[in-house]
């Protein structure tokens, strides 16, 4: 079984729901916390770390008083643009005591796909892990438009564990697995523990996202599956929410690990 002992490089995906309480928009400073402290094991491990991270809209629409509903372009990108400074602001924050740097790379899918600018983000993101910074990603929402966006950070999240070539993608979900079913609504759903071949069985049986923040859903964490695990990196979907995730892996919590 897949486990992220001896990680050479750790990608981790943290989505809005888990970094932003749906209920008050606010930060959730004590799970922050107790995420920080196990990226600073994983430090110590020897292992390099980057962070892609949603949240800058959740933050910045509560600043902005934009209310709960769905947003036009210009408001999105606006709440983005004060978002993203808080959300910064908080990783730099968390690591801190730890001694840990952090950098910010916001992108857009344009970056990815225009080799020279992959080339040039690739060359930043290894000059900060060379320099023991833990790079903090996200998607350019201030300028992306429909066109030129991945629209979810489990794909982002996938693409930039190809790109510093990581060995391990681990995306902190609310939920602790890939199922046959949806477990809230299908009693008898199983969860896998080892996926090694992703079929369109598989894909029939994954789900959108059911929140308002989230824009991801079970159909994205397998599109990223199939781009890490396609590159020679191992996947792991596990329950984001609770405290102390990533050490809640390495203990053995149920999850769903993705062969390369």
């Known amino acids: ?96 005591p730890f001694n840990i740097k952090t950098g910010q790379i916001l992108v857009t899918l344009e970056d990815s796909s225009n080799r020279r600018r992959y080339l040039n983000s690739r060359a930043t993101m290894e000059m900060l892990l060379s320099l023991g910074v833990i790079p903090i990603v996200n998607e350019n929402d201030t300028v992306a438009t429909d066109e030129i966006r991945f629209g979810d950070n489990d794909r982002l999240a996938a693409q930039v564990a190809v790109t510093v070539g990581a060995d391990k993608l681990v995306l902190l979900s609310d939920i602790d697995g890939f199922y046959s079913g949806n477990p809230q609504h299908d009693l008898d759903a199983k969860r896998y523990d ?44 596990s329950k984001g929410s609770l405290m102390h995730p990533l050490s809640l892996i390495r203990s053995g919590a149920p999850v769903t690990w993705f062969a390369p």
Do not use: F, H
């Open 194 to 237: 080892l996926i090694t071949e992703i079929t369109p069985d598989l894909e029939a049986k994954a789900g959108d996202a059911a929140t308002r923040y989230a824009k991801g859903g079970m159909k994205t964490k397998l599109m990223a599956a199939k781009i890490a695990t396609g590159a020679g990196c191992s996947m792991v979907i």
């Open 1 to 96: 079984m897949a486990t992220l002992k001896g990680a050479k490089r750790v990608v981790i995906k943290i989505g809005s729901n888990l970094l932003v309480s749906p209920e008050n928009g606010c930060l959730r400073k004590e799970w922050l916390a107790s995420l920080a402290e196990d990226v600073a094991e994983l430090k110590a491990a020897n292992s390099d770390v980057l962070i892609v991270s949603s949240g800058s809209i959740a933050l910045g629409r509560r600043v902005l008083g934009l209310g709960a509903g769905t947003l036009a372009l210009e408001e999105a990108q606006a709440a983005a643009s004060v978002g993203q400074i808080r959300l910064a602001r908080a990783y730099e924050e968390v690591l801190a």
